[in-house]
Nanobody, 115 residues
Framework: QVQLVESGGGLVQAGGSLRLSCTAS????????MSWYRQRPGKEREMTAV???????DYADSVKGRFTISRNNAKTSVYLQMNNLKPEDTAVYYC?????????WGQGTQVTVAS
């Protein structure tokens, strides 16, 4: 049973930084895609950053240049470094793992950016 556990959310002032972490357990596959999604108040869940199996990354336009996604060599943990945070980054952030045709989600971690 694959489980994803996120941590690192919290309350931060605008312009500040946070680092989110997500660790997957119950999987030994080294072939996967790991990503971060977020759901802002009143909005649908949206892709924020993704790291593909080969290491390429992609970002939503709204976070390019401010957020950086990375992972460990074992491909069991993914991180999201968020700099220069803005109030509009306030959201629940979810970790997503896609492997062997199956999608797994974490429980979400709240990020609140105060103006």
């Amino acid at each position: 049973q694959v489980q994803l556990v996120e941590s690192g959310g919290g309350l931060v002032q605008a312009g500040g930084s946070l680092r989110l972490s997500c660790t997957a357990s119950g999987t030994t596959s080294l072939i996967n895609v790991m990503s971060w999604y977020r759901q802002r108040p009143g909005k649908e869940r949206e892709m924020t950053a993704v790291v593909y199996n080969g290491g390429d990354t992609d970002y939503a336009d709204s976070v390019k240049g401010r957020f950086t996604i990375s992972r460990n060599n074992a491909k069991t943990s993914v991180y999201l470094q968020m700099n220069n945070l803005k109030p509009e980054d306030t959201a629940v952030y979810y970790c997503k793992l896609f492997k062997n045709g199956t999608t797994y989600w974490g429980q979400g971690t709240q990020v609140t950016v105060a103006s």
